[in-house]
């Protein structure tokens, strides 16, 4: 075995506020090897990010390191040194030199004032002596290296085939001016600035910007969670294909089991502050033996089952807090749920077919105006673009597509807070898109929605309990404020929380009981309709699976119909009798749920499904065949 690059040894980081401290991380040690990946996996809270953060050396106050040490030994013929103990400016040259960082959110990363080759360059130009010109030639390799811009001999190659095919194609291109148009071409890429960029192109600039000074261990913290299936798979294979072209160490964070089982050699498991299975990726995935590991790998849906309801991490142990302020945690045996039968499905689609349509969209167009030069629109994008479908009563219809393909703008459509250009919106019968008024507001109490991001759909001074009786005081609903109130707790109590939660703020939840304020919110007015829009997108796996057993629950209860909106496959066939595809715009295959999965018609359809991490199971499958 090759001497550790990385050992962490007993590690242990406080955050002190509110007259209390709180153990972040208590005590975690892990080893990491030249070429090897280490996944770091745990709910959100776990401390993996302060893991990544503490080696970085980027704690900022009230976080501390209280204890332990973190050796890095650049190569075999250097002696290991303890980072904790260097000096500040010490630090900074082994910080983004040797050791690089991918932040999560890549927006807020980059600095929104500077252009790309502004920041691509500030990096290079830190750890290396010499001059701005050259730093920009490195930054245009390392853009090409993440595929963000196409090779010199590609670009050449775009530009001699517009020429051919041009009114110019009879005379020949200049070789001098060819050359100068490739590099005007690399050189714009510099000149753009983050929000000219997408998701998946900024997570690209960030890579580039970590691998720019060839660092030995390359930290990725949670680089995916925003982005599609399809642009996470592409991001996940440069990823591999960097570390191996640089024989990097790479820690990969993430809350997503199946996402680590794509990437990583080794697996550490948090929860809560501490490292509870360190092991190969192989063998947790294979035979796991902390009840929180067994929890974390099975609440994700996959796509070969369909459980009635999804196992939690509370399904697999019980912890408490004894007064010393350890925790006692008690295994727990789960009954593993029964699949919902080929013959229970197809008894259900019956069932839904003899239902009215409560929702008919015919040739729905919504387009958001262009701006010409001198401020008139000259012409419009088609976000969506002559869309048509029915929901039954009842039925829980998937809207899976990559960003941008405008799910959201037709989930917002059908509620009327975006109008439509075009096009009829029939709800129980009656045309929609011409209501107005008193009409409209009425209408509001059928139809509601949930959105992706329960952070800010909250009014952070608004108390839970007001932010639940907020839509009853609107339609008049209820006679006094005790009955609101009742109703508020009632709902509160169906979704899982305490009654006493009412006089709490937002800020006192977590991101998943946020999600089930907001549940509640949306059940206040006893709706038909509800419009989850990327509404688990944001939570960790294991509240994920509380919450879609929940809205299954709350469906079958109160005889709701869903529109669930996402661009994960796995969670959508879950949840849903019909699946829409959507693509630019426009719906491009439709079809019951298993049937899409099973055999999809479209190529689009065909690359969101091969573009889902394979998952654990698959993971355990594939090591056991290697193995034999």
Known sequence: MKEAILDVRNLQVEFTGDDKIVKALDGISFQLHRGETLGIVGESGSGKSVTALAVMGLLQSPGRVTGGEIWFRANENSKPINLLELPAEEVQLHRGGDIAMIFQEPMSSLNPVYNIGFQLTEAILRHQNISVAEARQQAIARLQEVKLLKSDEQIKQQYLHTWQHSSFGSTTIDEHKLLKLVNQHKEAILERYPHQLSGGQLQRVMIAMAISCNPLVLIADEPTTALDVTVQATIIDLLRELQASRDMALIFISHDLGLIAEIADKVAVMYRGKIVEFEDAIKIFANPQHPYTKGLVACRPTLNRRPRKLLTVSDYMSVEEVPAGELVIQAKEPTEPPDVTAEEIAQRLADLEREQPLLEVRDLKVGFPIKGMFGGTKRYHMAVNGVSFDVKKGETVGLVGESG?????????????????????????????????????????????????????????????????????????????????????????????????????????????????????????????????????????????????????????????????????????????????????????????????????????????AAIPTGSRERVHKGKLRAS
């Open 405 to 609: 393909c405008g799910k959201t703008t037709l989930g917002r459509t059908l509620l009327r807070l975006i109008e439509p250009m075009g096009g009829q919106i029939i709800f129980e019968g009656r045309d929609i898109t011409t209501l107005k008024g008193e009409t409209l507001q009425k209408l509001r109490r059928e139809m509601q929605i949930v959105f992706q991001n329960p952070f800010s759909s909250l009014d952070p001074r608004m108390k839970v309990g007001d932010a639940i009786m907020e839509p009853l005081v609107i339609h008049s609903i209820g006679k006094t404020k005790q009955a609101r109130r009742e109703r508020a707790a009632y709902l509160l109590e169906r979704v899982g929380l305490s009654a006493d939660a009412m006089n709490r703020y937002p800020h006192q939840f977590s991101g998943g009981q946020r999600q089930r304020i907001c549940i509640a919110r949306s059940l206040a007015l006893n709706p038909k309709f509800i419009i989850c829009d990327e509404s688990v997108s944001a939570l960790d796996v294991s509240v994920q699976a509380q919450v879609l057993n929940l809205l299954k629950e709350l469906q079958d209860e109160f005889g709701l119909t869903y529109i669930f909106i996402s661009h994960d496959l796995s969670v959508v066939k879950f949840m849903s009798d019909r699946i829409l595809v959507m693509n630019h715009g426009e719906i491009v295959e439709q079809g019951i749920a298993e049937h899409i999965y099973r055999e999809p018609k479209q190529e689009y359809t065909q690359k969101l499904i």
